[in-house]
Structures are given as structure tokens and as C-alpha cells.
């Protein structure tokens, strides 16, 4: 039992501002539920770090009420999805990869799928965006705030700070604590978590840059382009990479280093020589702002918690940013965690299921980690096809580059090889099923008995509405009076939501008469909600009269595909379902 009187005291402990930690003050401070986040550091981040925004993650801005100021500071959707691959920016194009849903195709699935459009924000404009807003609703942020260590008992968590301001230490007293440290986590290796995978398996350098580089990439907009370039293969991600943080003039390049000989000295001098490689311009004005060395891996935590203790994000996955998946499964993460702590701090539910969190979350670490690992090495076809594989001359590879534009039978079978391994990429770049098609197993989800029909096409790249409990919410545009909105915007709000249809009266009395109040939405004809393109028909999976109850964070808890036979089993039923994944059960 907690003896010593802390020095401050709070509900929830974030150590972290990063998306993890921003994220979950964000979402808890909505629900009204107290929390404190600590940062070692002075100030949000600096450097741009992650910035493809899924629309999963924008679904969860959009319940979070932040999604408007996202979109207006990111770099739209359009901008993003010319994919180039070059021997350097003012060199030679190898070809492209309409990418991040800007396919024809995949952008008509993008539509289909969501409310929402994916966006290109730098962590350095995201975490300001999510941290004011958790401040204004009541989150209590101290920077230069050093987490040291915690000790747990059965009613809450002590932990200890430095504050560097100071120099002194002092303690904060809170009911859990989420360790949002990144990858170095000391919560997570306090905390005793167990890992898979590993640490340091390549070395990478980011340089960011200021470069007005408009005529190398405006006429051809992306995110990344590609440099094929002598040492490309070196490091971290396969390649050279240069990304744009702010079109045109704002630039991040990614290049590889042996990581078993250690970073080079990343000096001005090496950052700009490194620069002008990948750009292929020499007379361009350049300013180098920062670099930076880091190590790619592929660790990811199989606990992501230990009694009151929880970890979230790059402390539980650890991974490179292909296929842009860092801080999305980060915000998801506390999306998840933070309305089950809500409902436990008010005692509307049992502390199992906190429980649902590892048993939830980390299958999709593991998935992710793995998917970001998998797209680097499917990079190498790409340098197979000009044999820039094997150890040669410059001279050798581009003599290879040259090679694919000769009218010989050799020269078109390289062609053929380059576009099918340039084109395969669309696993790293397109992969929208593993942004939407996360599906939960958990004591929070309540099967209804049917079998999983599976996946009718590659669950990497196409996303596959479903109403099976587990899965998230499907979306479709509906009509109430003159607005239009998406069945998202009718649940979420830190409420569990039921979705029934004419005929289903006896659910939506059965919800009225439960405790949590569940929000009660009916679709069709005459009532709160129409469906005029007859979309949620098609994707509801069940008959008028049957029902759906949504938990806070959007995802399928419990499914009767048919009207109740009677109030009584409405209620029996409703009843059973909210019991367990409250943890009553």
C-alpha cells in the first residue's frame, strides 16, 4: 500500500509527447479523464520524422475533433503520390509508382472506404496540433521533465522525476502510467515487457535540407523519390530516399551507412556531399538544418503492459518507416488503450478489460513491423534488374542504367524486369489493407457464431468492409434532414453505440435500458438516419431489423444479423454482450 504523500497526483501518467503520448492525452482529456504527460525534452519535436497520416488515423483525428487543423496544415493527398525512381533528381527517371491511394483505382477504394483522406504531416506540425488540443481539454504538459523510474502496488503507480530545470527529483502519484518513451523506451524495459526481433539490423542517416527544388520534382509531385545510386544499397531502407516535408522547398534525405562500422562523422561538409549526390545539381543553393544517425529494426513487445503499467507505440514497436506506418499504429494505439481506461477510472468497467489491450494491439505490432521490414528488401529486385546488386565500379552501374534503353532482346527483358519490380512496390506504397483491415480477438469482442469467410483478395492491398465483430465499423454515407454523414460520425465520442434498422425497436429499448447509456442509431426510411444510395444496405451484412453495438473506438463489439425474437432476448442478449466486454462476465 502507497504510504509516502507524492508531490503530485493524477489519474493517468504519459511519459512521452510524442504521437503515442500526445494521442493518448489527447483522447483522454476528451473523455474527461485526468492525466499529466512528461517530456525530457524542451519543446515538441524539431524534425519531421513521421508523416504519412492513414485514413484510419485521420478517422481517429475525426473523432478527436482535430482532423480539420490536420488537413489544413498537411500535404494533401494529391501531392503526395508520384513515387520516382531516379539515379538522382536531375538525372535520369527509371519510373514511377502512383502511390498512397493515387491510383485511379485505389483512389476510388480510398472514396469507398472512408470519410477521410490520407495526408502527408510531419511529426513537427502533428504533435503541436494534438498536444494544444489535449491541453485545452485539461491535459497537464511539463518539458524538461525526465521520467526515472516507477513503483507499482495494487492501487496506483509512484513514480519518479527530474525536473532538468531544477536539478531536483520529485514524484507523481497516478492510478496507471503509460510509457509513450519511443524506441529506447526505459517504461517498457522498466516494465519487463518481453521482445521479439531485434535491434540495429542497418544504419541510417537523415539529413534535413532547405532546397528550392521545383523544377526536379513539382511536374512530377510525391513524397519520396527514389535515388539508385552507387552505395544506395547500404543501410537502412534500400535505397537513397529524398522526401518532401513542405513542397518544394523543405526536403529530408535518408541514406545508408554499414552499421558495423559505426556512423560516419556526420559533419556539414558530409550532409551537403550527401545532398548534392541525390540531388544531381551542384549549383542549387542548399542549406543543411540537421542530420542525424539512427538504426533500422525490427523489435516488436508480445506484453504491452505489466499490472497498471502500459506501453504505446515505438516502445512496444520498432520498426523502419516503410510503408509510412510508424505513427499511425502509434495514435491507434492510445485510440485503443484510452477509452478502456476511461470506462475502468469510472468504474463502469472491470480492470480485465484493460486485459484487451495486448490481446488487441499487439497482433498489429507484430504485423506492422513485419510489413515494414518485408518492403525493404522488396527494393532489391529494382537494383537486380540493372545487376547493381553485385559489387562494382559507378561506372559499372551506370553503364547497366544505360544499358536498359539499347533496341537489343536483352535490353527489353531489362525493361520488363525493372517495371514489374518497380511495380511490385505497390505493397509498400498502396498497401490500404493493412491500414484498414485490422480485426480484433479479445474478450471485448463478441463472436456472433458465423464463420470468417476470409478475405476475398490480398489483404495487404485491398481493404474488406466487414461488419463481423472484431472488425472496424464500415463506412457509408447516409442523410439526417439536410446533413450528410458517414456511419463513422454516428459512434465514437466515448460511447458505445447500437445500429439497428426498421424492425429493430426491441434493440433499441434493450439499449436505452443499459448502463453505460448506449447511443441508439436507426437506419431507413422515416427515421433518425436514411440511407439513400442504399450503400449501408449493401455493406451491413444483416437484416433491417438487426444490430450492431460499436465500441468508443469504432470497432464491431457484437452482431445479431436478425430482429430480436422479443424484448426479453434483446435484452438477454445486450445484456450478455456489454457484460463481457465490460469484463462483468
Excluded at 540 to 568: C, I, K, N, Q, W
Amino acid at each position: 500500500m502507497h504510504t509516502v504523500e507524492p508531490d503530485v497526483v493524477t489519474d493517468v501518467l504519459i511519459v512521452g509527447s510524442g504521437p503515442a503520448g500526445a494521442s493518448a492525452a489527447l483522447a483522454l482529456s476528451t473523455y474527461g479523464v485526468p492525466n499529466i504527460v512528461v517530456t525530457r525534452y524542451a519543446r515538441l519535436a524539431d524534425t519531421p520524422r513521421a508523416h504519412i497520416t492513414n485514413q484510419r488515423t485521420m478517422e481517429v483525428l475525426r473523432d478527436l475533433g482535430v482532423e480539420e487543423e490536420v488537413v489544413a496544415k498537411a500535404t494533401p493527398q494529391h501531392l503526395m503520390g508520384d513515387t520516382t525512381f531516379c539515379t538522382s533528381l536531375a538525372g535520369e527517371e527509371l519510373g514511377r509508382v502512383r502511390s498512397w491511394g493515387n491510383d485511379p483505382l485505389v483512389q476510388a477504394a480510398h472514396e469507398l472506404a472512408s470519410p477521410t483522406r490520407m495526408c502527408d504531416m510531419p511529426q513537427h506540425l502533428m504533435e503541436p496540433v494534438l498536444i494544444d488540443a489535449a491541453v485545452a481539454r485539461g491535459t497537464r504538459l511539463r518539458f524538461s521533465t525526465v521520467y526515472k523510474s516507477f513503483v507499482q502496488d495494487a492501487d496506483g503507480v509512484t513514480v519518479t522525476v527530474e525536473d532538468r530545470l531544477r536539478g531536483d527529483t520529485y514524484t507523481i502519484r497516478a492510478k496507471y502510467l503509460i510509457g509513450a518513451d519511443g524506441g529506447r523506451s526505459q517504461v517498457a524495459e522498466d516494465a519487463g515487457l518481453p521482445m521479439g526481433g531485434q535491434m540495429g539490423v542497418a544504419g541510417s542517416i537523415n539529413i534535413v535540407f532547405d532546397a528550392d527544388l521545383t523544377k526536379y520534382t513539382a511536374h512530377r509531385p510525391s513524397t519520396l523519390y527514389w535515388v539508385l545510386a552507387p552505395g544506395a544499397t547500404v543501410g537502412g531502407i534500400g535505397a537513397g530516399l529524398v522526401r518532401c516535408v513542405r513542397p518544394w522547398n523543405e526536403w529530408l534525405i535518408v541514406w545508408g551507412y554499414d552499421v558495423t562500422a559505426g556512423a560516419p562523422d556526420l559533419t556539414t561538409e558530409y550532409a551537403e556531399s550527401v545532398v548534392r549526390k541525390l540531388i544531381g545539381d551542384d549549383d542549387i543553393p542548399v542549406t543543411v538544418k540537421s542530420s542525424s544517425a539512427w538504426t533500422v529494426n525490427e523489435m516488436y513487445a508480445e506484453t504491452y503492459s505489466a499490472d497498471r503499467v502500459f506501453c504505446a507505440g515505438d516502445a512496444t514497436h520498432r520498426h523502419p518507416p516503410s510503408n509510412g506506418l510508424g505513427s499511425n499504429t502509434s495514435i491507434q494505439d492510445s485510440y485503443n488503450l484510452a477509452w478502456k481506461l476511461k470506462l475502468v477510472l469510472d468504474g463502469t468497467a472491470s480492470p480485465r478489460l484493460l486485459d484487451t489491450y495486448t490481446a488487441e494491439r499487439a497482433p498489429i505490432g507484430r504485423q506492422i513491423v513485419t510489413r515494414a521490414n518485408k518492403s525493404i528488401g522488396e527494393t532489391a529486385p529494382v537494383f537486380e534488374a540493372l545487376d547493381g546488386l553485385s559489387p562494382q565500379t559507378p561506372e559499372q552501374l551506370w553503364a547497366n542504367i544505360a544499358a536498359r534503353k539499347d533496341a537489343t532482346e536483352a535490353a527489353e527483358k531489362q525493361r520488363a524486369r525493372l517495371r514489374e519490380a518497380i511495380a511490385f512496390k505497390v505493397y509498400e506504397f498502396n498497401a490500404h489493407g493493412v491500414d484498414l483491415n485490422q480485426r480484433y480477438a479479445s474478450e471485448a469482442i463478441v463472436p456472433d457464431g458465423t464463420p470468417d469467410p476470409g478475405f476475398d483478395r490480398d489483404p495487404e492491398l485491398y481493404h474488406q468492409p466487414t461488419t463481423r465483430p472484431g472488425a472496424r465499423l464500415p463506412h457509408a454515407w447516409l442523410t439526417s434532414g439536410t446533413r450528410t454523414l458517414s456511419t463513422l460520425d454516428t459512434v465514437g465520442q466515448g460511447r458505445f453505440t447500437l445500429i439497428t434498422g426498421i424492425g429493430g425497436d426491441h434493440w433499441t429499448r434493450a439499449a436505452e435500458a443499459q448502463d453505460p447509456a448506449i447511443t441508439t442509431v436507426v437506419i431507413g426510411p422515416g427515421r433518425q438516419y436514411e440511407d439513400p444510395y442504399g450503400d449501408w444496405a449493401r455493406l451491413s451484412e444483416m437484416a433491417d431489423g438487426g444490430a450492431l453495438l460499436v465500441r468508443p473506438d469504432g470497432y464491431v463489439a457484437f452482431r445479431h444479423v436478425t430482429a430480436a425474437a422479443s424484448a426479453e432476448d434483446a435484452e438477454r442478449l445486450l445484456s450478455a454482450a456489454l457484460r463481457r466486454i465490460l469484463g462483468h462476465a
